[in-house]
């Protein structure tokens, strides 16, 4: 069973920055999936914050957090990071990693999440 498990959340201050780590497990090639990081804030819905789509390479972005974070597949270690700089209060939230390898991501598997909190 393919499973994700979130690493590297915790209280920043608002500035600074924190990488956020994905672990795919269950003799899965991380590969073969497009992977992708979601965040959900107190009070407001899942929201899409970055995605890699399969082994191209190819990246996209939510606006809001544009220019300011980055995702990163390695395919060796079988995980996915997502770097997270100039951190605002409007990033806390809890971030999921998903994968998926189909159409839609409510299909894929997920991570427990993992709590990020930028103090103002």
């Known amino acids: 069973q393919v499973q994700l498990v979130e690493s590297g959340g915790g209280l920043v201050q608002a500035g600074g920055s924190l990488t956020l780590s994905c672990a795919m497990s269950g003799r899965a090639l991380i590969s073969t999936y497009a992977v992708g990081w979601f965040r959900q804030a107190p009070g407001k819905e899942r929201e899409f914050v970055a995605a890699?789509?399969?082994?191209?390479?190819?990246?996209s972005y939510a606006d809001a957090v544009k220019d300011r974070f980055v995702i990163s597949r390695d395919s060796a270690r079988n995980t996915v990071t997502l770097y997270m700089s100039n951190l605002k209060p409007e990033d806390t939230a809890v971030y999921y990693c998903?994968?998926?390898?189909?159409?839609?991501?409510?299909?894929?598997?997920w991570g427990q999440g993992t709590q990020v909190t930028v103090s103002s």
């Open positions: 998903a994968a998926k390898r189909g159409k839609d991501w409510s299909q894929g598997v």
């Open positions: 890699a789509l399969w082994s191209n390479g190819r990246a």
